[in-house]
C-alpha cells in the first residue's frame, strides 16, 4: 500500500508562485511514477505533470501547463514537488499527487492506482 499526502495549498495572487509537496509512504515508494492531477469545481480531473522514478527521467507536462510548472522529486526524501509559476485564476483546483502508472508515464487517470487527498489552491484575481 502507498500513501500520499500533500500540503503547500493556499490562496495566492494571480501572477504569484506556489510550490505544492507531496510525501509518499509504503511499499516501493521510490520506484514508482508520480505526478498531479487537478479538479476544479465541476470539471474532471487534468493532467499536469508526471515524473518517473528513475534517475534522469524526463518529466511530461500538459501541454497548456509547459514552462509555468515544474515537477520534481527527492527519492531520498520521498518527496514529490511541483512548482507553479505566474499563477493564473484557472489554474484555481485541488491538487491531487498520484502514484504509479505502470512503465510508462501517462496522462490518463485510470493509469494511477494510488491517490492523495488533494490540496486546494486558490488563485485570485
Known amino acids: 500500500q502507498v500513501q500520499l499526502v500533500e500540503s503547500g495549498g493556499g490562496l495566492v495572487q494571480a501572477g504569484d508562485s506556489l510550490t505544492i509537496s507531496c510525501v509518499a509512504s509504503?511499499?516501493?515508494?521510490?520506484?514508482?511514477?508520480m505526478g498531479w492531477f487537478r479538479q476544479a469545481p465541476g470539471k474532471e480531473h487534468e493532467f499536469v505533470a508526471a515524473?518517473?522514478?528513475?534517475?534522469?527521467?524526463?518529466?511530461d507536462y500538459a501541454n497548456t501547463l509547459k514552462g509555468r510548472f515544474t515537477i520534481s522529486r527527492d527519492n531520498a526524501k520521498n518527496t514529490v514537488y511541483l512548482r507553479m509559476n505566474s499563477l493564473k485564476p484557472e489554474d484555481g483546483a485541488v491538487y491531487y499527487c498520484?502514484?504509479?502508472?505502470?512503465?510508462?508515464?501517462?496522462?490518463?487517470?485510470?493509469?494511477?492506482?494510488?491517490w492523495g487527498q488533494g490540496t486546494q489552491v486558490t488563485v485570485s484575481s
Open positions: 515524473v518517473g522514478w528513475r534517475s534522469g527521467s524526463i518529466p
Open positions: 509504503g511499499r516501493a515508494v521510490s520506484q514508482r511514477n
Open positions: 498520484v502514484a504509479d502508472g505502470g512503465l510508462e508515464l501517462s496522462r490518463n487517470s485510470l493509469a494511477y492506482t494510488h
